[in-house]
């Protein structure tokens, strides 16, 4: 196995242990996030705690395409958490990355970021309508997507928990994570808006948000808002029925019998 380790000019001295944090990987147990395809551990190194995110192999096809053409998941999060810092956009800062090869095939890879620790996530503002300052943290966070959007950065998985949000006074500050799938360049109304489409299914939340982003986009308020909710409404007719095809199809599983 040939292994490609790269680390933020800025942290070479932590080269060697964060290199060891990710050869002893299974080892650690502190666990923070587990899926079908990633697995997220938080690791403690000279007394500061880092995550380090493990991307599984990945199938034939990308085997052969991340080893000789694409990017690993691993090495675009770091590129783009490098390019999200310099456009002023907080995430976790980029500690390094690892992909692991084969002379034909890629492997697994391997992403590691200073740990966050948050107040909340955008989910708690769906789950929770009375959380506190709801509003005013929705509208904060939709200036934070207009920033994103002056700024020609279209975060493709802008979903419920990818943006970690961290109370800092009596103002909230936004951090992206899950970061290897962004586009940069100037985008159209259309596209902007599209963005908020995965966030939430709630129709009283899309309204405060198409409210914010009006104002800040100085477009009619029934507008933002009636292309707001029906790429909504779309998403989640979409996301809906293809849950219930993987339902039929995978009805054995648990997670899809819930």
């Not at 493990?54 to 080893?67: D, E, G, M």
């Not at 936004?174 to 799938?181: A, G």
């Not at 709630?202 to 914010?212: C, F, G, L, P, S």
Request: proline share 3%; hydrophobic share 35%; with cysteine.
């Amino acid at each position: 196995m040939q292994t490609n380790f790269i680390i933020h000019p800025s942290k070479q001295e932590l080269k060697i242990e964060v290199s060891n944090a990710i050869k002893n990987f299974d080892t650690h147990t502190q666990v923070l996030g587990q899926g079908d395809r990633n697995v997220i551990k938080i690791v403690a190194i000279e007394d500061k705690e880092y995550t380090i995110k493990s991307f599984k192999v990945p199938n034939l096809i990308n085997q052969i395409a991340y080893r000789f053409f694409r990017k690993s998941k691993a090495e675009r999060s770091y590129l783009y958490a490098n390019k999200l810092i310099a456009s002023g956009i907080k995430t976790p800062f980029p500690i390094a990355y690892q992909n692991n090869t084969t002379p034909l095939f890629f492997k697994n890879s391997y992403y590691v970021s200073e740990l966050i620790t948050c107040d909340l996530t955008y989910r708690e503002l769906v789950t929770e309508p009375d959380y506190p300052e709801h509003e005013k943290i929705l509208r904060a966070f939709t200036r934070f997507t207009y920033d994103l959007h002056e700024k020609g950065i279209l975060f493709l998985d802008h979903s419920p928990g990818n943006t970690l949000i961290v109370k800092n006074g009596t103002d909230y500050d936004f951090y992206l994570v899950d970061l290897n799938r962004m586009k940069f360049g100037s985008l159209d109304l259309e596209t902007r808006i599209q963005n908020f489409s995965r966030l939430t299914p709630k129709k009283e939340m899309v309204a405060i948000m198409a409210n914010e982003y009006a104002k800040l986009t100085q477009e009619g308020e029934s507008l933002i808002f009636n292309k707001m909710w029906a790429n909504t409404a779309a998403f989640q007719e979409k996301f809906h029925k293809k849950r219930a095809l993987k339902r039929k199809i995978f009805f054995w599983k648990k997670k899809y019998r819930d």
